[in-house]
């Protein structure tokens, strides 16, 4: 006999199949809020929120509202061109870099656009002068929108 309510048909626990396009392990992206037209980035899955080089960091109140201006050299190993980006702060966090030291970053909201394809990010702000790559993409950016190819580089390139 079945209790009320319950049904006698289990629930499936099967979803279905999300395709997801791929990605390379390395990408170029734009990010037209800040007015920067092409940055390569490294696909991390290893870390939570995606970093952007930045430096000359200075917060300011505009508004009653928290902003930081600062500059990014978009392109790798490379000081010119420098592009001064100003941003609303939605957060300050502690962040664990790859060697385990902990940071207090400024975190901003900005639009990215992958291929075809753009949505809001968190980027971190970070001096990443001595990396090889000048932001770092991650895990949450891209959670349910690219699966990660790390055979492959540049995958998402407009048709």
Request: glycine share 6%; hydrophobic share 35%.
């Amino acid at each position: 006999m079945t209790k009320p309510g319950l049904s006698k048909k289990k629930p499936s626990l099967k979803r279905k199949p999300v395709f997801l396009q791929a990605m390379g392990w390395r990408e170029w992206v734009s990010l037209p809020g800040l007015d920067i037209d092409k940055i390569k980035v490294k696909v991390d899955t290893g870390a939570r929120t995606s970093a952007l080089h930045a430096h000359r960091i200075s917060k300011f109140t505009k508004d009653n509202a928290t902003y930081v201006r600062f500059f990014v050299h978009p392109n790798q190993r490379k000081k010119k061109p420098e592009i001064e980006c100003t941003a609303l702060v939605v957060d300050e966090r502690d962040i664990k870099n790859s060697g385990g030291k902990v940071t207090q970053r400024y975190v901003v909201r900005t639009i990215i656009t992958v291929g075809d394809e753009s949505w809001p990010i968190e980027l971190t702000l970070t001096n990443r002068d001595e990396m090889g790559f000048r932001m770092l993409l991650g895990r949450q950016a891209i959670r349910r929108r690219f699966v990660v190819d790390a055979g492959r580089s540049y995958a998402t390139r407009k048709k």
